[in-house]
């Protein structure tokens, strides 16, 4: 028998600065594909069209107020900030650890300051929209995405290369 490999602790970096101990949860990017569904004569059934991606956005809390996260709000470059998920994987039936890790480049969309009430917490929500991400684990690379350069690399195949042919890029 085999258990999964369960995210056992982590740590973000935001333009290389080490936030650990302050960053509480992230919620990573959603792949997500954009579906438009085509029924047409002579089909028994709809079938989903593949239109390319919906957009890339990740979310995260830190504990408290965090200067850099705030001067860094309304960067005017897509991918004005670079952020570094390491995460340490292991499964219960084996004492190996793994490594995963998500690069994504982006800006600041929003920063929820919550609520402020004496003697409670204090943590700040802040959505990241994303125009790079790339996933590895082990240093393996399973998923590669650049918006503007029009890559999609999945499992090392990229799936945007007949695009960029035909396009003469």
């Known amino acids: 028998m085999s258990l999964p490999l369960k995210l056992k602790n982590f740590n973000l970096f935001n333009d290389g600065q080490n936030y650990i101990g302050k960053v509480a949860e992230i919620t990573p990017p959603k792949l997500t594909a954009k579906m438009e569904e085509w029924r047409a004569g002579g089909m028994d059934a709809p079938i989903d069209i593949d239109l390319g991606m919906e957009k890339l956005s990740m979310e995260w809390t830190v504990g408290g107020y965090v200067k850099q996260v705030l001067t860094q709000f309304g960067s005017l470059r897509h991918n004005g900030v670079l952020l570094r998920f390491a995460g340490a994987l292991q499964s219960d039936d084996l004492e190996d650890v793994q490594a995963v890790e998500i690069i994504m480049r982006g800006r600041h969309s929003d920063i929820d300051f919550g609520t402020a009430k004496a003697g409670d917490d204090t943590a700040k929500k802040i959505t990241s929209s994303l125009s790079y991400y790339k996933l590895t684990m082990n240093g393996e690379e399973l998923v590669e995405i650049d918006i503007p ?10 799936l945007m290369d007949p695009f960029r042919l035909a396009l003469g890029l």
Request: net charge positive; hydrophobic share 30%.
């Open 149 to 158: 350069n029009m890559v999609k690399r999945i499992g090392g195949k990229d």
